[in-house]
């Protein structure tokens, strides 16, 4: 079975706080997604990366980055967290076709 | 871009009772995914359907590409299908982003 693991379920963070999220598969897939999940918008694409170092901007990426250093390992960075970025963050990672997701972490910036 | 929607946004059953949830994309698309959210936040993936019908157990989907629409149905529902059906339309070639709707929050009652 394809597993993606992500660092945390839940996390509580201050404004202007840099915040690492960080998302581990390990099925060797070339691509892995962050997406936000918000009430009644459905699910956002943020970044995504195909390749180690490859990395491109999704639907909303302004207030993010992201880093990919290790196949396995797709990071998610708010640089300095605001609260409009308080959400549930999905990542996920796919080979060729299906995405498999991981249990999504809620963020909540004060 | 592509517009996916989903219908409808809310929809609540007795244990026992069929469903049919409807999903439209407003352009062509390389395929379709469908995935159940369970009340812990975990998507899970159903079908992964660019065209004709699938089953798994009392799920089923028929997607008509031509028509640009997809449905899912659900038979004898049971409280455990509770939670957020989305479908995703996958675009983007080989890096296979998805444009997920907005989600059918689904309540089956005992």
């Known amino acids: 079975d394809v597993k993606v693991t992500q660092s945390s379920r839940y996390l509580v963070k201050r404004t202007g706080e840099k915040v690492f999220l960080e998302c581990v598969q390990d099925m060797d897939h070339e691509n892995m997604f962050w997406y936000r999940q918000d009430p009644g918008l459905g699910l956002r694409l943020i970044y995504f990366s195909y390749d180690v170092k490859m990395k491109e901007k999704g639907d909303i990426p302004e207030g993010y980055s992201v880093s990919r250093e290790k196949k396995e390992r797709f990071s998610l960075i708010l640089e300095s967290a605001s609260t409009n970025q308080t959400s549930m963050y999905l990542c996920?990672?796919?080979?060729?076709?299906?995405?498999?997701f991981g249990p999504g972490t809620r963020l909540t910036v004060l | 871009g592509i517009q996916v929607e989903q219908s409808p946004p809310d929809l609540i059953l007795q244990e026992g009772a069929n469903s049919t949830l409807r999903c439209n994309f407003s352009?062509?698309?390389?395929?379709l995914q469908w995935f159940h959210q369970n009340p812990w936040g975990q998507l899970i993936n159903l079908f992964y359907i660019p065209s004709g019908t699938k089953q798994n157990g009392r799920l089923s989907a028929t997607t008509v590409a031509t028509e640009r629409y997809s449905l899912l149905y659900i038979s004898s529902s049971q409280t455990t299908d509770s939670g957020v059906y989305f479908c995703a339309a996958v675009y983007g070639g080989a890096t296979n982003k998805l444009i997920f709707g907005t989600g059918t929050l689904l309540a089956v009652q005992p």
């Open positions: 352009d062509s698309v390389n395929n």
């Open positions: 996920a990672s796919s080979l060729i076709d299906t995405q498999y």
